[in-house]
């Protein structure tokens, strides 16, 4: 599925590095979705792992942290895998082309509002 999604990352960033030396950010995010239930408006949360790579991986290590909303468009993967105990695993991955933050409610209410980074750019 390729498309653009609200997130949350629900744990700070790790900027990585490939065996040839190219960055790649993981992060563990839920995506927003609200949806109307009995009349009422609620937000549901779906689990992914965030996979941005390149220049942008290293703007979003620099510019988010545990908590910031980001604009993402990309595609959603789904995952299998097998544990070391040998138990069966499935998840989802949302492979980034473009990550954004998102200004919905402004950087002063956000709890990352310092999410610029030491020289002032935001990604």
């Not at 995506?31 to 937000?43: L, N, P, Q, Y």
């Not at 220049?55 to 545990?66: I, Q, T």
Request: glycine share 12%; aromatic share 8%; net charge negative.
């Amino acid at each position: 599925m390729n498309g653009g999604c609200i997130v949350r990352l629900v744990k700070d960033p790790e900027l990585r590095y490939s065996n040839d030396g190219k960055p790649w950010l993981a992060a563990r995010a839920g995506i927003e979705s609200r949806v109307k239930v009995d009349g009422e408006w609620t937000t549901e949360l779906i689990w992914c792992d965030l996979k941005v790579f390149g220049k942008v991986a290293e703007h979003v290590a620099g510019n988010s942290r545990k908590g910031t909303r980001l604009v993402v468009v990309g595609r959603l993967e789904a995952n299998n895998w097998t544990t070391k105990e040998g138990e069966k695993r499935d998840g989802l991955a949302l492979v980034a082309d473009h990550v954004g933050l998102d200004l919905t409610f402004g950087l002063e209410n956000d709890q990352t509002s310092d999410a610029y980074g030491a020289s002032g750019d935001v990604f």
